[in-house]
């Protein structure tokens, strides 16, 4: 059974950083993309980052791009994302996704399957 | 960036009523659109991948359609923990993007 577990959430200043950890199970995780997908309280979903198996590749949405690294410890079956210069708005429930991926061509695509519960990150002062 | 619009944002329906959700993207996505169901203070569930493919364990109740830009998830018969809010998404391409989501509640 895939398992996927956040932590690291906390409660951090405006301009500070934080560093999530998500720990996986049950599957080959060397092989598998993964993902970070956000929630701000009473709001949607909003995707914030994906990696390749292998960690060579690396994709981020514009809010985030410059500010948060994602990165993967083989070894250690874990995800990261150390998320920098925080802001107000990155406040949310960050879940660890572990995703599949297709690929047709030279064009990977990247599909999200099992979530984990998430953690959460609160930017105040 | 590909914007998902899904519709209704909510709705309300009885148990064993037909329900169907819209989504519709801003460009064509082919059939790489994924539905996903979330209940207060859970996580997301994977349900549907690839436009209408359900995923392991998910009722057959559960059926999606569609392919370009416009796409709908139907709950032939509603049960009572089918309540939840359900979102779309496409993995077309980067940014990865999901609909408003849609609100199913208990008439």
């Known amino acids: 059974e895939v398992q996927v577990v956040e932590s690291g959430g906390a409660l951090v200043q405006p301009g500070g950083s934080v560093r999530l950890s998500c720990a996986t199970s049950?599957?080959?995780?060397?092989?598998?993309?993964m993902s970070w997908v956000r929630q701000a309280p009473g709001k949607g979903l909003e995707w914030v980052s994906t990696?390749?198996?292998?960690?060579?590749?690396?994709f981020y949405a514009d809010s985030v791009k410059g500010r948060f690294t994602i990165s993967r410890d083989n070894s250690k079956n874990t995800l990261y994302l150390q998320m920098n210069s925080l802001r107000a708005e990155d406040t949310a429930v960050y879940h660890c996704?572990?995703?599949?991926?297709?690929?047709?061509?030279?064009?990977?695509?990247?599909?999200?399957?099992?979530w984990g519960q998430g953690t959460t990150v609160t930017v105040s002062s | 960036d590909i914007q998902m619009t899904q519709s209704p944002s909510s709705l309300s329906a009885s148990v064993g009523d037909r329900v169907t959700i819209s989504c519709r993207a801003s460009?064509?996505?082919?059939?790489?659109l994924a539905w996903f169901q979330q209940k207060p203070g859970k996580a997301p569930k994977a349900l549907i991948y690839?436009?209408?493919n359900l995923q392991s364990g998910v009722p057959s109740r559960f059926n999606g359609g569609g392919s370009g830009t416009d796409f709908t998830l139907t709950i032939s018969s509603l049960q009572p923990e089918d309540y939840a809010t359900y979102y779309c998404?496409?993995?077309?391409?980067?940014?990865?993007?999901f609909g408003g989501g849609t609100k199913v509640e208990i008439k």
């Open positions: 690839a436009t209408s």
């Open positions: 990696i390749g198996g292998s960690g060579g590749s690396a």
């Open positions: 460009q064509g996505i082919s059939h790489f």
């Open positions: 049950g599957f080959y995780f060397n092989i598998y993309a």
């Open positions: 996704v572990y995703t599949t991926t297709l690929t047709i061509g030279t064009t990977n695509y990247y599909g999200m399957d099992v």
């Open positions: 998404q496409q993995y077309s391409g980067f940014p990865l993007t």
